[in-house]
Every structure is written in structure tokens, then in C-alpha cells.
């Protein structure tokens, strides 16, 4: 079975540009939820999606958006790009929302913010 | 709010010998609490994981865990670390698998093996 496929693995911008990255979860897993890895704040949770719908947030800016497709393909989207946005972008799928099963991590994106 | 706390950011361990990283939780229910290992440029891969039961859970790679309510801790080992050890680990508090507010994770303790 496939696991979390993250496309691109690498992203250059510059600030103010707006960017999309993508997340295929594993066949079958209906929850996607992503984070945000600096070295400063470590491991920060962004969202989960379930169903087409955000489900849950974290303390982030409004800049920060996705959603959830039919086939439970999601997209991340940031708006006006900062220079703190550099990080790695981690997506993890679940078999469900709130499910006992561990969630599954993909490889990530590192995006460059210039 | 829930909390997790890895007290060690560096930690150096030569090949063949014992290792345990430490994880401290705070959390007002009972926690389910994940160890994930990374390596440079990956993702996270998940070690082991406590919902419930025998407070000493196995994980892959020979690494076990024990979950001690009384001390809030989870802390992992291994009784002898291989070279391809080396790599970032977390520790992780969560109300389910991915929890209703994501899974919080602790700063990471780097694990350094020498020869």
C-alpha cells in the first residue's frame, strides 16, 4: 500500500506570493491533517480535514487555508508569503477523524520563502 | 492545554550501548502518546504507540516504551543503538490517533551515536 505522497518535496518563493502544496493520503485513510516543522517552533499543527471539511485548527493566520477533495486528496494554501513561513509542511493521514489508529506522515514540502 | 515536554535537545550515545529519551506530558484525560523518529529530510515514521493496557509497549527497531501515569511520563529505549539510530525523535500527546486538536509534539531529542 502507498503511503502519504507530498508534492512538491521542494518550493522556492518569494514573500507575498501565494503557494499550494498538496497531499495524497493512503488509499482508504479519510482524515488529513497537516503541520508545520521550524527549527524555532518545532512541530505545529495547522488543520485536519475529514469529509470535505475542516474539522479542527490551529493557532494560525488566516493566510493559512485548504481543503479536501472527494478522493480525500487535500491542498494546503498560503496567501502573502513572510519570510517566516520557511518550513517544512508535513501532512498525515488516518483512517478517520479522532480515530485510535496512528496517523501516517508523508516526506513533506520545504518551502524557501526569498 | 496539553503539553509535551523532551528535556534532552542533544544526546550522545556510543554504538552498542543502552539509550532512553525522555517525554514528559501534561494532558487532562487519559493521553494517547506516539514516539515518531526522523531522519534528515523525511518525514516522521512512527516507533510505537500507547492507547491503553500493559504500560510497556513495543515498537519497531527494538525500541520499547513505558507509560508511567504517576510520573507523566513516556519514555522511550533501546538496549543497545545501532549507527543508523542517529536522527531526530518525538515524543507526542494526543486526545486519539491524530487527536481533535492534532497531536502535539515535543521539541525532539537528537540522537547522536558514536563509534
Known amino acids: 500500500k502507498a503511503g502519504v505522497t507530498q508534492t512538491p518535496r521542494y518550493l522556492i518563493k518569494t514573500r507575498g506570493q501565494q503557494v499550494t502544496l498538496s497531499c495524497s493520503p493512503i488509499?482508504?485513510?479519510?482524515?488529513v491533517s497537516w503541520y508545520q516543522q521550524t527549527p524555532g517552533q518545532g512541530l505545529q499543527f495547522l488543520f485536519e480535514?475529514?469529509?470535505?471539511?475542516?474539522?479542527n485548527k490551529g493557532n494560525f493566520p488566516g493566510r493559512f487555508s485548504g481543503r479536501q477533495f472527494s478522493n480525500s486528496r487535500s491542498e494546503m494554501n498560503v496567501s502573502t508569503l513572510e519570510l517566516g513561513d520557511s518550513a517544512l509542511y508535513l501532512c498525515?493521514?488516518?483512517?478517520?477523524?479522532?480515530?485510535?489508529?496512528?496517523?501516517?506522515f508523508g516526506d513533506g514540502t520545504r518551502l524557501s520563502i526569498l | 492545554a496539553q503539553s509535551v515536554t523532551q528535556p534532552d535537545i542533544h544526546i550522545t550515545v556510543s554504538e552498542g550501548a543502552s539509550l532512553e529519551l525522555r517525554c514528559n506530558y501534561s494532558?487532562?484525560?487519559?493521553?494517547?502518546l506516539f514516539w515518531y523518529v526522523q531522519s534528515p529530510g523525511q518525514g516522521l515514521q512512527l516507533l510505537l504507540k500507547?492507547?491503553?493496557?500493559?504500560?510497556l509497549v513495543q515498537g519497531i527497531k527494538g525500541f520499547e516504551a513505558e507509560f508511567k501515569r504517576s510520573q507523566s511520563s513516556f519514555n522511550l529505549r533501546k538496549p543497545s543503538v545501532h549507527w543508523s539510530d542517529a536522527a531526530e525523535y518525538f515524543c507526542?500527546?494526543?486526545?486519539?490517533?491524530?487527536?481533535?486538536?492534532?497531536?502535539?509534539f515535543g521539541k525532539g531529542t537528537h540522537l547522536i551515536i558514536q563509534p
Open positions: 488509499s482508504g485513510h479519510r482524515s
Open positions: 500507547y492507547f491503553s493496557g500493559d504500560t
Open positions: 494532558y487532562g484525560a487519559t493521553p494517547y
Open positions: 498525515a493521514s488516518n483512517v478517520a477523524l479522532n480515530s485510535n489508529q496512528p496517523q501516517h
Open positions: 480535514y475529514f469529509s470535505e471539511t475542516q474539522r
Open positions: 507526542a500527546v494526543g486526545s486519539s490517533g491524530g487527536g481533535a486538536d492534532g497531536l502535539t
